[in-house]
């Protein structure tokens, strides 16, 4: 079964509006890692937040880590056309079994 | 300066042919992974060498043999392809296995 999932599956904004997606997550994590990717193009890196970590920002991205809640959210702030993109979630697991296990993204559609 | 190159881009093949997908990195990394993201956009891992050496190896039928020449190369040799093995295949590297990956744009595979 899946480690992260996120929510919503879809998201369709308004350019300069706020955008916020959920990822959701079952077992014990080291980090949680947010990826973009564009249409026909490979992921790519945004922001990475440790386990002992509660938030996190990097220009116009704002991610929050809720252990407990074992959720995390990913805020867009401003949002432009060009956010335009699939955003998926990872865990980077923790134990031996280290790999990242990503989810089925959050497509956002920003209007201009 | 490309960090993760995959070829080919494009790949259409009749079901029963032998392909293989190449995938260099110039990043300097240790770790190397082969993903599949399905038709719903989920990343599922396949593989995962560790200077040339098979780390994870997650379900996958065993037409499926990834090749690791050297530290900068990971290749996914498939055998006798399958109608369900449509999908796009993912190259990636990072530098430790629960760190930031850096993706290749992915090798669409279509069997006729």
């Known amino acids: 079964s899946q480690q992260g999932e996120e929510d919503p599956q879809a998201l369709s904004i308004q350019e300069g509006e706020n955008a916020t997606m959920n990822c959701s997550y079952k077992?014990?994590?080291?980090?949680l890692q947010w990826y973009r990717q564009n249409s026909g193009r490979g992921l790519v890196h945004l922001i990475l937040?440790?386990?002992?970590?509660r938030e996190k920002h990097s220009g116009r991205l704002r991610v929050t880590l809720d252990t407990s809640k074992k959720s995390s959210s990913l805020l867009i702030t401003a949002s432009r056309a060009a956010d335009t993109a699939s955003y998926f979630c990872?865990?980077?697991?923790?134990?031996?079994?280290?790999?990242?296990?990503f989810g089925s993204g959050t497509q956002l559609t920003v209007l201009p | 300066d490309t960090a993760v190159s995959q070829t080919p881009k494009y790949l259409v093949t009749q079901m029963g042919n032998d392909k293989s997908i190449k995938c260099e990195q110039n990043?300097?990394?240790?770790?190397m992974y082969w993903y599949k993201q399905d038709s719903k956009k989920f990343l599922k891992i396949m593989f995962s060498?560790?200077?040339?050496?098979?780390?994870i190896n997650e379900t996958v039928p065993n037409r499926f043999s990834p090749k690791s020449p050297d530290k900068a190369h990971l290749n996914l040799h498939i055998n006798s392809l399958e109608l369900g093995d449509s999908a796009v295949y993912f190259c990636?590297?990072?530098?430790?296995?629960?760190?930031?990956?850096?993706f290749g744009d992915g090798t669409r595979l279509s069997i006729l």
């Open positions: 077992t014990s994590i080291n980090n």
């Open positions: 990043l300097g990394h240790d770790t």
């Open positions: 937040i440790r386990s002992n970590e």
């Open positions: 060498y560790n200077n040339k050496e098979l780390i």
């Open positions: 990636a590297s990072s530098q430790v296995m629960d760190q930031p990956q850096h």
């Open positions: 990872a865990t980077g697991l923790s134990g031996s079994a280290r790999q990242l296990t």
